[in-house]
Structures are given as C-alpha cells and as structure tokens.
C-alpha cells in the first residue's frame, strides 16, 4: 500500500496520516541562523541548583549532549533558579528539540516528584560577532553580579570554569567589519 494524495492530503489506505507526515517533512532554519541564546527557570523559582549535586547532574546532562553532537555549546551558567546558554543546534535538531533534551534529559534524571521547570523558555538569535561576545560575557559573569564567586573562573557551573567549549560559528565571523 502506497502513499497517495487525495484532495492535497497524503494517504496511506484511505487514512490521512496527519501531522506526522508535516513534522517529519518540517525543513530546519539554515545553519547561519540557528545560534541562540537561552534560558530556562526552574518552576517556581525553586533553588534547585544551590544544591551541588542537583547542579552537578544537570552539567554532566547538558555537556553528555553537548558530546553526542545535539548541538554546539558555545558558553553555559548554571544560576540557583535558572540557567543560561548559548547553544547552536545540530542541523537535524530544532530549537525545541534541543531544548527540550536539556530540560527533558535533566528532569528524567532527577527523578523529582514535583515540577522542574517553568514550561517554556527565552531564546534570542545570535545575529553578529558582538552580540556573541557580549552574551558569553553576561552568562560567563553573572555568578559574580549574583555574588556567588568572585571571578568568574571560580564559580564551578559555568563554562568560565570549564575546557574550552565550541568555538564561535564560522557565519557569526563573517560579519567581521561589517555593518549589521
């Protein structure tokens, strides 16, 4: 039994096959467009990451997907209610996707019984070197504008303390000395 196109909807026995076919035939944004950054608050602004293996757990989460290539992780903070990122998706990984594999990956893994998180989250495309520059800068020091370390290197849940990440995009450099 093949697909079939009835009246601009595709079958399969007489059965349109809904979104599923749309979602799956869904096209990504091009690669030069798709660095964000993001935040996501914990629900009810609970301090759950002042706890250190609560805030251990969710870095091992965020770096294991970094690492089986879900997508780039340019620069990270973990706050005691919320966290920041500045994150490039894989080609095949929407926005929403990537996300949801942080949000999703870490509630899975803690086990709660209560709420993790609020159900949505902040993103901001990254659009220019400087924009790029100036938002690692903000998630790279807020522990300090926060007064939870003294430089930014000491506080150990941010990427100011880690190896080196991934490297700014390729397209963001391109606008080196260009207007935006």
């Known amino acids: 039994m093949g697909l079939q196109a009835h009246e601009g909807k595709l079958q399969k026995g007489g059965f349109s096959l809904g979104l599923f076919v749309y979602a799956a ?40 997907y970094r690492s089986q290539g879900r997508f780039l992780l340019h620069a990270f903070v973990i706050m005691p209610d919320h966290f920041h990122a500045l994150i490039t998706p894989a080609t095949d990984v929407s926005l929403e996707k ?8 870490f509630s899975f893994r ?15 495309q990254i659009s220019s070197e400087e924009k790029f520059s100036n938002c690692v800068r903000y998630i790279e020091e807020n522990p300090v504008r926060r007064g939870l370390a003294l430089t930014a290197q000491a506080y150990p849940f941010s990427s100011a303390a880690h ?12 606008h080196a000395g260009r207007a935006i």
């Open 98 to 105: 990537a996300m949801q594999f942080i949000k999703g990956g």
């Open 25 to 64: 035939r869904m096209r990504f944004a091009p690669q030069e467009t798709r660095t964000y950054f993001v935040t996501a608050i914990t629900a009810g602004r609970r301090s759950l990451f002042q706890v250190t293996a609560t805030a251990e757990l969710f870095q091992r989460t965020i770096l294991g």
């Open 110 to 124: 803690l086990k709660s019984k209560l709420d993790v998180w609020t159900r949505s989250f902040n993103e901001s």
């Open 163 to 174: 190896e080196s990440l991934d490297p700014m995009p390729l397209h963001l450099r391109s």
